[in-house]
């Protein structure tokens, strides 16, 4: 009976030794020819108006394991055009689920990271300041408008999926969606999903040190802190403006300096109106869950002299801001507070060499259900309010009466006066108590009637330390 030999592992994993290494090298040889010609570029680039993916080097020593450089991709949805580029990235690419169009990595570490998405607009939505706010993404126009043709391309394209999981962005300089652009200095780790016009973030957390803009104007600088996000998945080709907020929860520790109010004009239609300063400091922690704002939510702003000028006058102070989402305690709801405080308020009419209206300090409180981002009309109908004013000196009174309209049955010709003022209201109407110190000359037209024209009798009022309080509703 003839003996079995048993067999030599030694040889068995020499064997195994020459079968992995013809496979590395038959695979690095392979994979590394269809990165160097582009080949799986041009795979996801067969309709570039849709999809673009282009770099300028790439390598891989692994199955699935890639080193790439100047990686940038584009693409296109109904409701939204997009750009990453990254510096140099390593990546472990799912080449199988390339043929399925899903371009998967299950890990990426990446180097100069910068991100721009912007919203394809309605024609009735486009104006030059609009237009000149939003991200420029390259092989795109200025604008792209919501229903107009995607491309040239032939053919039927077929979508897309992209899926980053396990990201590690180390230096990410940009962040740009749509009108705000936050640039410097972010280290984000997470996870995004964009495909067929569904969006998907998270888990993902960022470490800030960067500033926030719109335009040319500076909305906050020197921006630190932490910020932990995460959005479900949302079908943008549906869900339109602030109601994607419905699916957004996260929560912000952030801190740093305001950039002024300027800004604030891209949101009025009104150029009648200047606003001018308002530097300062801010710092905030913010909790959101599916959009609404969460009871812990506070902010704190102090902004420096904020002036706003209208017809040659200018009225100007200093500002404080505090917000603050509490838990009732007879109700378990949460309530939305907003202080405001002024100070050294001044107002100046147009050409006078003083101030006409002054006031040290004006106290403002508001109240309302709470706060819903993507339905932010909803508090409004219980929206309460209450203001105090402990000493308003009128040094002019003659300016103010450059805001009575000319055919008002009365007019100042000159005067100073001291009052007070407080309040409480809500859009129901308001109760207010006024007490006013004055001394003025007053210059009053009584109007008479007769036939079909009016007749003006002109008489002339002196008050000399008039005290008076004026109690109304309105």
């Not at 391309?153 to 992209?162: E, H, N, R, V, Y």
Request: hydrophobic letters at 40%.
């Amino acid at each position: 009976m003839t003996k079995l030999r048993r067999p030599s592992w030694r040889k068995v994993g020499r064997s195994a030794a020459v079968v992995l290494a013809l496979f590395v090298v038959i695979y690095e040889g392979g994979a590394n020819l269809l990165l160097s010609t582009g080949t799986i570029a041009h795979l996801l680039s067969k309709h570039p108006e849709k999809l673009l993916l282009e770099y300028g080097t790439a390598r891989t020593f692994w199955p699935g394991r890639v080193h790439l450089e100047g990686f940038d991709l584009r693409g296109r949805e109904a409701s939204m055009e997009w750009q990453l580029h990254i510096d140099a990235a390593d990546a472990d690419i799912s080449l199988l689920a390339l043929l399925g169009h899903h371009f998967r990595v299950t890990k990426v570490v990446a180097s100069g990271v910068t991100f721009r998405a912007r919203f394809r607009l309605e024609p009735g939505a486009v104006n030059d300041d609009r237009v000149a706010r939003m991200p420029p993404i390259a092989g795109f126009g200025a604008v792209s408008f919501v229903g107009a043709p995607s491309g040239t391309g032939g053919g039927k394209a077929t979508p897309w999926l992209i899926d980053l999981e396990q990201v590690d962005a180390q230096g990410v300089r940009e962040v740009w969606i749509d009108a705000y652009r936050l640039a410097g200095l972010v280290h984000a780790t997470g996870r995004f999903t964009l495909g067929s016009g569904v969006f998907e973030l998270g888990p993902a957390r960022a470490e800030v040190n960067a500033a926030l803009t719109t335009g040319e104007d500076p909305i906050a600088t020197e921006v630190a802190g932490d910020l932990d996000a995460q959005m479900d998945a949302v079908d943008l080709g549906v869900v339109k403006g602030v109601s994607v907020l419905r699916y957004l929860t996260m929560h912000s520790t952030l801190h740093g300096k305001m950039g002024g109010v300027g800004f604030v004009k891209h949101f009025r239609t009104d150029d009648s109106v200047a606003l001018e300063g308002g530097s300062g400091t801010f710092r905030s922690e913010v909790s959101v869950s599916h959009g609404i704002v969460q009871s812990g939510t506070s902010s704190h702003l102090e902004l420096g002299p904020a002036a706003v000028v209208f017809g040659g006058r200018r009225l100007e102070g200093s500002t404080r801001i505090d917000v603050r989402i509490t838990d009732e305690s007879t109700e378990k709801a949460t309530r939305s507070q907003l202080d405001i405080g002024l100070s050294d308020v001044v107002f100046t009419a147009p050409n006078a060499k003083g101030p006409a209206v002054r006031c040290a300090a004006l106290a403002a409180h508001a109240q309302a259900p709470q706060l819903d981002l993507a339905d932010p009309g909803s508090a409004v109908g219980e929206l309460a309010y209450s203001w105090d004013a402990a000493k308003v000196e009128i040094l002019d009174l003659h300016a103010v009466d450059e805001t009575i309209p000319k055919d008002a049955p009365f007019h100042i010709e000159r005067g100073t006066a001291t009052m007070s003022t407080r309040g409480h209201g809500s859009l129901l109407g308001a109760s207010a108590e006024v007490a006013v110190d004055s001394r003025l000359m007053m210059e009053v037209w009584g109007l008479t009637s007769r036939r079909a024209s009016w007749e003006r009798s002109r008489s002339r009022q002196t008050s000399r330390r008039a005290p008076s309080i004026f109690r109304g509703r309105s």
